[in-house]
């Protein structure tokens, strides 16, 4: 499992983006899938996860209700569509592989692929 995403930029508060996860190796379809967020001297936070199939799909409360995880995985690819940003949610996103296929828990230890982030910059 190789992870890349992709799709941040600079967007006004209110606004909308959405993220890419793709694995280059084509093997993370066996693997719940999930997104974190790091903001400059702050921890690690979870975002939201999405089990192998998407069936299950896991948020935090502080995303729920604006942000939307899916996946298709016969092109590869997880999405994190996120609207209605504010500034606390600047961050750097990235997307990680879980242990299992079901994984979608909130601990980065239950992540096993971790891939380069996207910055995602909501102006006031």
């Known amino acids: 499992v190789q992870l890349q995403a992709s799709g941040g930029g600079l967007v006004q508060a209110g606004g909308s983006l959405t993220l890419s996860c793709t694995d280059s190796?084509?093997?993370?379809?066996?693997?719940?899938v999930g997104w974190f967020r790091q903001a400059p001297g702050k921890e690690r936070e979870f975002v939201a996860a999405?089990?192998?199939?998407?069936?299950?799909?896991n948020y935090a409360d502080s995303v729920k209700g604006r942000f939307t995880i899916s996946r298709d995985n016969a092109k590869n690819t997880v999405y994190l569509q996120m609207n209605n940003l504010n500034p606390e949610d600047t961050a750097v996103y990235l997307c990680a592989a879980a242990f299992s296929p079901y994984g979608t828990g909130s601990s980065p230890g239950s992540y096993k692929y971790w891939g380069q982030g996207t910055q995602v910059t909501v102006s006031s």
């Open positions: 190796r084509r093997t993370f379809s066996n693997n719940a």
């Open positions: 999405v089990s192998w199939r998407g069936g299950t799909k």
